[in-house]
């Protein structure tokens, strides 16, 4: 039987689905599966968006243009106008989720060898589309202790090294859900400027900043417009995940021009996706409104919840639905298996993403798990008591004074 590639043995799993299988198996036996691992969430999709699907009058499902339909990306440029951006169809590639305008952005920007910066923890799927770009992403590592705030840009210019050819951001942060203000990204602006380095910014979670925090694009920019592409999705906007429609945009007519070659290549993105996203984007003040108040209570339920629970450390995040936390553990891995094999409570158990997964650096995120607050409250209240419960009865649960240790090793 011949061998699978190299490539294909070494890609990274996925922290958020590794489990799966598991999560299945426990499903068959009774119990109830909070999904806290995964941002899947659980608010319904713009119910006007599908009725424009139900309605459309398609008589043959045939390919749209490589670039996405003209319509759609005129309304996504509207869109962005929002934001203070300015930007014309022809500067937007739509995409089979943000997923692929990641991969044909990472193909078309970067040469085989070359480095990625990312502050960590980061979006795990960077780590496996750069793996399959044959490119290599390198770290600065964030803390726990200040909700992973952006690294200064003399800690980012610090780590470049003759390789770096880019950065990688994502602005609501997943996994963190830390915001980046404005002018820590004009900082860094400069560095990508001196450096000619491109910036590659995901920003799919811009609806979602609290605390009366402003959004900032990456698309204002002014001085580095050629340098920045930005990624972009209906996923998480509107609860449409599989929907898979994303998008690339960018100012940069070579860049587009690789992309879209590539694009080309994959033939067109989906159609009936395009269609509800689209019509989802003509009526979603309200929508979008109501959707990011809710996720401001799940938010501090989380945080309030984990407040309370001997030897968490955690924060209030800042933007998007996640939250990263260290816990009074031995392994996030060993942890987040036994919650689902061996651990019941109330008839449910908790589904986590360890956080080792969401790290270039080998050895950190052993104790630390994201969690994505995307079930309705109450659900969300009875995951925190199945979590609760569980850092209580947990055979590797770590004394608190070995965490005080811990956290002070890492701190020096």
């Known amino acids: 039987m011949p061998n699978i590639s190299t490539r ?56 749209s ?28 590639i739509v995409t089979t989720g943000a997923s692929e305008a990641i991969y044909l952005g990472l193909l078309s920007c970067f040469n085989q060898g070359d480095e990625i910066l990312s502050p960590e923890p980061f979006y795990a799927n960077y780590n496996g589309f750069a793996h399959m770009a044959d490119l290599q992403v390198r770290a600065i590592t964030c803390r726990i202790e200040n909700g992973f705030a952006l690294p200064s840009a003399n800690e980012f ?64 920019l002014d001085d580095i417009r050629e340098h920045v592409v930005v990624i972009d999705s209906v996923s998480k906007r509107y609860s449409a995940c599989g929907a898979r429609v994303g998008a690339l945009v960018s100012y940069n007519e070579d860049v587009l021009e690789a992309v879209s070659r ?59 639905f996640y939250c990263f936390a260290r816990f009074p553990i031995d ?28 790290y270039a650096t080998a050895g950190l995120g052993g104790n630390e798990v994201r969690m994505a607050y995307v079930i309705n409250r109450q659900d969300l209240e009875a995951a925190m008591d199945c979590l609760e419960r569980a850092l209580e009865v947990y055979p590797g649960r770590v004394r608190p004074e070995e965490i005080m240790a811990e956290e002070t090793a890492g701190a020096l």
């Open 331 to 358: 392994d996030a891995d060993r942890f987040c298996r036994w919650l689902l094999e061996d651990f019941e409570y109330n008839g449910g158990t908790v589904m986590l993403s360890p956080g080792a997964g969401f």
């Open 65 to 92: 243009a490589a670039e996405g339909n003209l319509s759609y990306r005129q309304k996504l440029a509207q869109y962005y106008q929002r934001f203070g951006v300015e930007v014309a169809p022809q500067q937007i």
């Open 157 to 220: 210019e610090a780590a470049l090294t003759s390789q770096t050819k880019g950065i990688f951001l994502c602005n609501p942060n997943n996994p963190t859900g830390c915001l980046y203000p404005e002018a820590a990204l004009r900082e860094l602006a400069e560095v990508v400027r001196r450096h000619d380095l491109y910036l590659f910014m995901d920003e799919v979670y811009r609806e979602f900043c609290y605390d009366e925090q402003d959004f900032f694009s990456a698309l204002r």
């Open 262 to 320: 590539y694009a080309k290549l994959r033939l067109s993105p989906p159609a009936y996706g395009q269609i509800l996203a689209q019509a989802a984007l003509e009526h979603d003040a309200a929508y979008l409104e109501e959707v990011k108040s809710e996720y401001e209570l799940r938010r501090r339920t989380v945080f309030n919840r984990l407040q309370q629970m001997p030897g968490v450390t955690c924060y209030l995040p800042g933007g998007a």
């Open 8 to 63: 294909g043995q070494l890609t990274p799993l996925s922290p958020f689905r590794k489990f799966a299988p598991l999560a299945e198996a426990a499903k068959a036996r009774g119990l109830k599966i909070y999904h806290l691992n995964i941002g899947q969430p659980d608010i319904l999709t713009p119910p006007y968006a599908l009725q424009a699907v139900r309605e459309h009058p398609l008589r043959v499902l045939e390919y």
